[in-house]
């Protein structure tokens, strides 16, 4: 079996390496025919001194490298992955870089947490979760990691094992380990690990006076260093503030801190000579502490607070503990502890039973087997037997996040996370989004909710018409206008909706408002030199053709603003460039939907060879990956440059799901709709940063997918671009199975 492990990896000075390195240990002792490679995490361009069994680095920080580690893991040959996950040690916003990386395997993952979050953020909890989603198994250290992953993250008890972290077996006596550091006949107090302030190791200091008033032949050791996060942020404020409180006590002579990163020979020779081992950590969450662990395997007597990882692991008299921040009782029971030796013994002897059921070498055989196990679990799906839709895992269809930036003057463009930002207003392009929306979810759903809207929208568009019959695009939160001419963009969107409000509407008011506002800016529809504003356009006369086809006149209009793209297609495509333009940027999928519309009603050859040949085109750059991988507009696609990843917008996934239902509806292949189905799934974590920009608490729909997460602004062209895709999706699913 050849397994890959994903951490961080010695010599970097890390808790995380140091377990990656015996997990890597144990699992070759397990069995001797065990490969074992390390993907290392680097956290600075300085790269270490790394042993051999390191054969890809990763650093934090270059998106790059943890796509470049995806392909040499599937390029290797081997069978498994073991992805240890902390917070920190991972690039992008709350460590999102991994995401695009475990998504790529093509081998089975385990994944280890180190640590699991009662309160996470949104990204972080969103973060896990697809972790989680993604991994064969989920191993952690204690219960209540268990049930957080269960309560708070929602993932199956099922995937979940439970294997305590590792202890290394040594065999060293406590009295010759005092010895040989010349502690006989001292009571050796001992705490280890990184130090921090939320280390709690000044609550332990003060509690010394009181003990050396009475046993003043007790030291107290404090073995490590600053960790590397806070010495960046903090410098060595917490080693100075301990110094310093160690002088002002008079504990010089009780109190020693090397203040060095100790090897683990070294660190085991001070565990096994300590009396008591204190973690005075200063809150509750920390589900899991590797120096806990140690202490306890090495049948030491320990006193803790009650954080959740003490308090499972100090159970059946296995240690004590002591309130958070409460130098006086440690004091207490550090002195009745010494005046006692046989409750020490008692509780070391505990310790060390237990101890012997967590050493590195059984932890390696449980993991082995778990891996073995999980080779043979996975088993592939026949991805011929696939149908094109799953809706059980889209989420239920929510007016919300509309309605809650609707009022009755429009639609707020922006929005403050969940909340409308006023200070932006209205725009001609949301509320024409809107409206089309709006209808949809009537026509689909008979909603009334929806109906109910549909004058807003209509109202605000007629407001905004010009008396030449061109558009107005922005108004203030106080009704005011800002501009005096809107973009063509905008125009060419607000055709659409009028279009297909007059294919579907509701009543005869409706139908014709929508047909006067339409009619007004007819004469400027061939005026119109945006390609985009065009294709837009192009839409909206389809959808009006629909119920009155006999309108020669329009269908002259139709054709020749599609012999407009054409001729873009024609001047700026070439043998590998099949494109209406020298660039990719935003809202591409427009403009072969645009052909495919206007080939269902003109029946041209060559304006329906254009489309298919954008369209072919498009898909090959964003969905050759088997997910959609939007043009970012950081920087969009040049002819002869490279793809931008981010800044990815929702509106264009919504506009690549249009085109494969119209592509669907002409040809009646069934793999648009699939193409459909997968341009769907970015909204929901199928993407790039495997991030869902779909938000289950609001209903809305987050901006955009950025390079180190997600936009959590919720506006109306985000919210309205998922709906009306989640629209698409059931529209296609009921004209699949119609057919069927």
């Known amino acids: 079996m050849k397994t890959a492990i994903i951490g961080t990896y010695p010599p970097r000075e890390c808790g995380i390496g140091t377990f990656t390195r015996h997990l890597y240990e144990s699992i070759i002792g397990a069995n001797h025919q065990n490969h074992v490679s390390i993907i290392a995490l680097n956290n600075s361009d300085k790269l270490l001194s790394y042993p051999n069994e390191v054969e890809q680095i990763i650093r934090q920080d270059y998106q790059r490298d943890y796509i470049d580690a995806a392909k040499f893991i599937n390029h290797s040959g081997t069978d498994i992955c073991i992805l240890q996950h902390e917070f920190g040690i991972f690039g992008g916003k709350d460590g999102v870089y991994i995401l695009p990386l475990i998504h790529r395997l093509k081998i089975p993952l385990v994944v280890t947490l180190h640590t699991i979050l009662n309160a996470p953020s949104y990204s972080e909890k969103l973060i896990l979760q697809e972790i989680c989603k993604k991994a064969c198994k989920i191993v952690v250290m204690t219960q209540k990691a268990i049930d957080f992953l269960d309560e708070i993250y929602e993932v199956p008890k099922d995937k979940i094992e439970l294997i305590e972290h590792g202890v290394p077996q040594y065999k060293l006596d406590h009295q010759k380990a005092k010895s040989a550091l010349k502690l006989q006949n001292k009571n050796v107090i001992l705490t280890f690990g990184f130090l921090g302030r939320n280390k709690g190791i000044d609550v332990a200091i003060k ?48 109190v020693i801190i090397p203040h060095k990163y100790m090897s683990q020979d070294e660190l085991f020779m001070y565990l096994y000579a300590s009396d008591i081992y204190i973690t005075p950590y200063n809150n509750e969450a920390q589900i899991t502490s590797g120096t806990l662990s140690y202490a306890v395997g090495v049948g030491s007597c320990v006193i803790s607070t009650p954080y959740w990882h003490a308090v499972e692991l100090l159970a059946n008299n296995r240690g004590l503990l002591f309130d958070f921040g409460n130098s006086e009782q440690l004091a207490d029971i550090l002195i009745n502890l010494l005046d006692h030796p046989e409750e020490l013994n008692t509780l070391r002897k505990n310790a060390g039973n237990y101890g012997k059921e967590i050493t590195w070498p059984l932890t390696g055989i449980k993991y082995s087997e778990l891996l073995t196990h999980t080779i043979q679990e996975d088993i592939k799906e026949d991805d011929n037997n696939e149908q094109p839709f799953d809706l059980l895992i889209i989420p239920s269809f929510s007016l919300k996040h509309i309605k809650r930036l609707t009022d009755d003057t429009g639609i707020i463009q922006h929005s403050k996370y969940g909340i409308p930002n006023l200070k932006h207003g209205y725009c001609l392009d949301d509320n024409a989004r809107a409206l089309l929306m709006a209808l949809m979810t009537y026509t689909q759903k008979k909603s009334k909710k929806a109906l109910d809207l549909c004058h807003v929208y209509l109202s605000y568009i007629h407001y905004m018409q010009n008396e030449d019959g061109s558009f107005r695009n922005f108004l203030s939160f106080n009704r005011n206008y800002i501009d005096n001419l809107g973009s063509e ?74 012999n407009k793209l054409i001729t873009h297609y024609e001047n700026n495509s070439s043998a590998d460039w099949n494109w209406f ?34 369209m ?38 919504m506009a690549m799901i249009l085109m494969f239902h119209q592509a669907y509806s002409i040809t009646k292949n069934k793999e648009y709709l699939s193409k459909l189905f997968t341009s769907f799934m970015w909204f929901l974590g199928e993407n790039d940063l495997r991030m869902r920009l779909y938000d289950f608490e609001t209903h809305g729909c987050c901006d955009g997918l950025e390079r180190d997460g ?8 985000s919210t309205l671009a998922y709906l009306i895709s989640h629209l698409t999706v059931l529209k296609a699913h009921e004209d699949f199975y119609s057919l069927k």
Do not use: C
């Open 207 to 254: 509690a010394l006076p009181k003990v050396i008033e009475k046993h003043p032949n007790s030291l107290y050791f404090v073995l490590g260093k600053t960790h590397p996060n806070v010495l960046r942020y903090s410098g060595e404020e917490y080693l100075i503030y301990l110094r310093q409180l160690v002088k002002t006590l008079g504990l010089e002579s009780h």
């Open 616 to 653: 072919n085109f498009l898909i090959r750059h964003t969905l050759s990956d088997g997910y959609l991988s939007l043009i970012g507009n950081d920087g969009w696609f040049n002819k002869n440059g490279s793809k931008a990843m981010f800044s990815q917008q929702p509106v264009d996934a």
């Open 710 to 717: 997600i936009n959590r602004n919720q506006g109306a062209e």
């Open 489 to 562: 963009d905008s125009f060419g969107r607000t055709i659409w909706a009028l279009g297909y409000l007059m294919a579907n509407a509701p009543n005869d008011s409706y139908y014709q408002a929508s047909y006067s506002i339409f009619f007004k800016a007819a004469p400027i529809f061939e005026e119109l030199k945006s390609i985009r504003s065009i294709a837009n356009t192009i839409i909206g006369i389809s959808h009006y053709l629909n119920i009155s086809p006999d309108n020669n006149s329009m269908v002259a209009v139709l054709r020749r603003l599609a």
């Open 581 to 614: 333009e020298e660039l990719l940027t935003y809202d591409n999928a427009i403009l072969p939907l645009a052909l495919l519309h206007a080939t269902e009603r003109l029946n041209d050859e060559r304006i329906k060879s254009v489309a298919f040949a954008s």
